[in-house]
């Protein structure tokens, strides 16, 4: 079989891709297929962007006036920025997402108070080399280090909190985040946490070394099923719920549908 070229590096979101679905993972990381860009993913840019530009105020210019303010022309130069925006909206109330985004600008108020304390980073690129593994990478949203040293991970979700037993997956993401700093700057982070500013609810946690070893140990074994894959050429559709919002459909095999042949040497 000719094999395309092998990525050498893991996101937690190209991670997740294969855990959900190794087609999903074919499709985004191999064959580089379009996806026609989501309302709701450009909101979740749209209030990143705002907050982002919020903490570049000093502090008591912080204030949910300036934060509001600030998304019409935030909005403006995304809008310009992204293709396809107007086909977005064909089905969708412009004026309403806007009122929404300004919703979720409230609620994230609601859960913190941005004028107490000044971040250490934002949008924050980490990555590390495995031991006979990848080279993990990802990018945190707000890095907050403590004069004292105390490492704390925010990350900002537009939508709602997971329900009570499904709070794992989040934490993968965060962890895997922690385990990067961990091994980059020798400290555990003291705390991990989640803002859903869809339901204004947090999700914390304290990491351990033994969970951080534990999401070492599941980020080596997620990597070596993707090697298993390239070398087989087997990447097996996984039908669930998530297949309702799959922009690939029409060439899932779960679907009645043909994936494309693997495209040979692919670049990375």
């Not at 050498?8 to 979101?13: I, R, V």
């Not at 925006?85 to 600008?105: G, P, Q, R, T, Y």
């Not at 031991?131 to 990478?137: A, L, S």
């Amino acid at each position: 079989m000719n094999s395309p070229s092998r990525r050498n590096t893991l996101s937690p979101s190209r991670a997740n891709d294969y855990m959900n679905c190794p087609l999903l993972y074919r499709f985004r990381v191999i064959d580089k297929l379009p996806e026609p860009p989501s309302a709701d993913a450009l909101k979740g840019t749209l209030v990143h962007s705002v907050l982002e530009h919020l903490f570049g105020l000093d502090r008591q210019e912080r204030s949910s006036d300036q934060a509001h303010a600030s998304l019409p022309g935030i909005w403006e130069q995304l809008k310009e920025n992204t293709a396809g925006v107007e086909e977005m909206f064909i089905n969708i109330d412009i004026d309403l997402w806007l009122i929404s985004a300004h919703s979720l600008v409230d609620r994230y108020f609601e859960l913190e108070d941005p004028k107490s304390f000044d971040p250490t980073d934002l949008e924050k690129f980490v990555e590390y080399q495995l031991e006979d593994g990848p080279m993990i990478h990802g990018y945190i949203d707000r890095l907050d280090i403590a004069p004292t040293g105390e490492i704390r991970i925010v990350d900002y979700k537009t939508g709602k909190s997971p329900r009570a037993g499904y709070e794992e997956k989040s934490l993968f993401q965060m962890r895997f985040y922690a385990l990067i700093l961990w091994r980059t700057l020798g400290k555990i982070p003291k705390r991990l946490q989640l803002l859903y500013l869809g339901d204004k609810n947090r999700l914390m946690s304290e990491p351990t070394e033994a969970e951080l070893i534990k999401t070492e140990g599941k980020i080596l074994s997620i990597w070596s099923d993707i090697q298993l894959s390239y070398e087989t050429d087997l990447w097996k559709p996984k039908k669930s719920k998530l297949c309702d919002w799959c922009n690939h459909q029409s060439i899932c095999p779960e679907f009645g549908g043909t994936p494309p042949p693997l495209p040979v040497n692919a670049s990375d």
